[in-house]
């Protein structure tokens, strides 16, 4: 199956820090990609919508200030979170979906942030 | 509005069969994924229906009834490895987004 990478792993950072997490489609072209977040316990709840090269659309109660999502290519998506607080600690996970199979989302490995 | 309902939580046993079941409303249908996600790991691809019936691949199964909005993920013989959370997600709404249910913790135990 298709592969998608995230990078970071991990991250630690101090509040106030901005931090910013990288989606890679590694052996695909990816046209739209999904970010998504999980609490402990939770389902995934989707936070965003990025197409190649337009803006990226956000699901209701996500602020778009605080996370910017960058779509510049067609196997690179970046989530920044800016301003970092506690709260902010959670699961990240992005997705990719590419222009063939129409409907499978291929997720990757989850980056995992804590705020201190 | 969207609403997808799966069991928190189930236990079997080794070597069993279990069934997780899945109901949705949502605006629109597109298609319903299982994944499978053990703690920590992002969620990994188990099957996909979009037309009613059975879909087998090896030890897993899922059933797809559009018309009672209804799935269930059937797991054979089952492995300790096993053990992990199972999602069902909807391909649908208005936005055509794959929208999850909150998952099933299963615990495989000798």
């Known amino acids: 199956g298709a592969v998608v990478s995230q990078h970071p792993s991990r991250v630690i950072c101090k509040s106030g820090t901005s931090v910013k997490i990288e989606c890679r489609s590694l052996?695909?072209?990816?046209?739209?990609m999904f970010w998504y977040r999980q609490f402990p316990k939770k389902s995934l709840m989707l936070m965003a919508t990025?197409?190649?090269?337009?803006?990226?659309?956000?699901e209701q109660g996500v602020e778009k200030d605080k996370f910017l999502i960058n779509h510049a290519s067609l196997t690179l998506s970046t989530l920044t979170v800016t301003s970092a607080h506690p709260e902010d600690s959670s699961f990240y996970i992005c997705s990719a979906r590419g222009s063939g199979r129409s409907y499978e989302q291929y997720f990757g490995p989850g980056t995992r942030l804590t705020v201190t | 509005g969207q609403n997808i309902d799966q069991p928190t939580e189930m236990t079997a046993t080794e070597g069993a069969i279990v069934q997780i079941n899945c109901t949705y409303q949502t605006s629109g249908f597109n298609g319903l994924f299982w994944y499978q996600q053990h703690a920590g790991e992002a969620p990994t691809f188990l099957s996909y229906?979009?037309?009613?019936g059975l879909e087998e691949k090896g030890r897993f199964s899922s059933f797809l009834s559009r018309s009672k909005g209804y799935s269930y993920l059937l797991l054979k013989e089952l492995q300790m490895k096993d053990s992990a959370s199972y999602l069902c997600a909807v391909y649908g709404g208005s936005q055509g987004n794959l929208i999850f249910g909150k998952g099933t913790k299963l615990s495989v135990k000798p």
């Open positions: 052996d695909f072209q990816a046209t739209t």
């Open positions: 990025s197409n190649e090269g337009s803006k990226a659309t956000y």
């Open positions: 229906n979009v037309l009613d």
